[in-house]
């Protein structure tokens, strides 16, 4: 399979928590199996931002969405750009941001890698 880009937009996040598979507020539940990485621009980040980003997914399609990974980012970031781990997500996956300190804009990619 060749990787793909699924999504990818920009966003000015605020202290919503934003889906980034659908671009509005989430969390959502994309039902896409694959192996996925995530891929985002900081560069606005600027000292005093905090950025949380979350993985969601189901263990069963049935079952509720919980966190399986997530990161706080904080003040300017030294490499700009930010690689998630690769993960295998099917049965109701988002990746989401929202900021808990500042307003940040954000572009992203989110890659389908198998």
């Given at each position: 399979m060749a990787i793909t880009e699924l999504y990818s937009g920009t966003e000015a996040v605020g202290v919503t928590e934003h889906s980034l598979t659908t671009d509005t507020a989430g969390p959502d539940a994309d039902t896409t199996?694959?192996?996925?990485?995530?891929?985002?621009?900081?560069?606005?980040?600027v000292a005093t931002d905090q950025l949380q980003i979350r993985i969601y997914e189901k263990v069963r399609s049935a079952d509720t969405q919980r966190v399986v990974y997530e990161a706080i980012l904080m003040d300017v970031q030294a490499q700009p750009i930010w690689v998630s781990p690769s993960l295998v997500l099917m049965h109701g996956w988002d990746v989401t941001c929202d900021a808990l300190a500042g307003t940040i804009t954000v572009l992203w990619s989110i890659r389908q890698v198998a």
């Open positions: 199996d694959g192996v996925f990485q995530v891929f985002l621009d900081l560069s606005d980040m």
